[in-house]
């Protein structure tokens, strides 16, 4: 008695092979394809971010200062990567406190070389209270002022390194000034860049990643996200 058994045949397996190999091939490209969009969607989201949070880190304190020292209204300083100024003293003469009631702060936002990756920048923020001195306050005492503040007081002897006491943030990575036909600077207080009004500051933030000097080649694509604006203090003075 001779037993049949059900069996593929050789095309049946042939077929079934190629077919699972193209299945298998589909399903790699597909998940290197999602893997590579997902990795890009997240680092431009990374980059987007960081510039927007130091946008409005930069705003919010700006909209308190009381002093801006750099960059100054004065060539060939009116266009900088250091952007520094104070609340709470006064613009003309330094006498600080203006309020005797209200705290003291310099804030100094700086472009420092990145310590991992060579050759790349970072956009730094340095900030602390400033003791003050025993005595009235500034409208008590217009001349001479019992404590004076000068632009070389603030204690940044090297960007993104914290010193007496001072906080630092990192804010954003690799940061790139705008072209040098635009002037390569991050803040501007030049009327030819939109900083007319005497309280303002053009603030030029741009992060450039780039794929190729990472070693990612062609399967990732440079990130360059741009934020520019004109900001305006709230006070008097040059």
């Known amino acids: 008695m001779i037993k049949r058994r059900n069996a593929f045949t050789l095309v049946e397996m042939i077929l079934a092979v190629f077919i699972f190999g193209y299945m298998s091939a589909s399903m790699a490209t597909i998940y290197s394809t999602t893997n590579r969009h997902m990795f890009q969607n997240y680092r431009r989201n990374i980059v987007k971010t960081s510039t927007l949070v130091s946008m409005r880190a930069i705003q919010n304190n700006l909209a308190l200062a009381t002093r801006i020292d750099w960059p100054n209204r004065t060539a060939p300083n009116d266009r900088l990567n250091t952007l520094a ?9 330094g006498c600080y406190p203006v309020n005797p009631f209200q705290p003291v702060h310099w804030h100094y936002f700086c472009l420092g070389n990145d310590p991992l990756i060579a ?39 090297t960007c993104g390194a914290a010193a007496a006491g001072q906080t630092v943030t990192l804010l954003m990575r690799h940061v790139v000034p705008l072209p040098a036909t635009s002037g390569g600077f991050l803040f501007s207080r030049r009327g030819a860049d939109g900083a007319a009004p005497v309280g303002a500051v053009r603030v030029a933030l741009r992060s ?15 990130v360059d996200f741009t934020l520019d604006t004109v900001l305006s203090v709230s006070r008097h003075g040059p």
Do not use: K
């Open 85 to 93: 100024f104070a609340t709470n003293i006064d613009q003309l003469t």
């Open 119 to 157: 050759g790349s920048r970072n956009l730094y923020y340095h900030t602390n209270t400033t003791a003050l001195a025993a005595g009235p306050a500034c409208s008590n005492f217009p001349s001479p002022c019992p404590t004076c503040w000068t632009p070389t007081s603030y204690p940044v002897p």
């Open 208 to 222: 450039f990643w780039q794929a190729n000097p990472r070693g990612f080649g062609t399967s990732q694509r440079d």
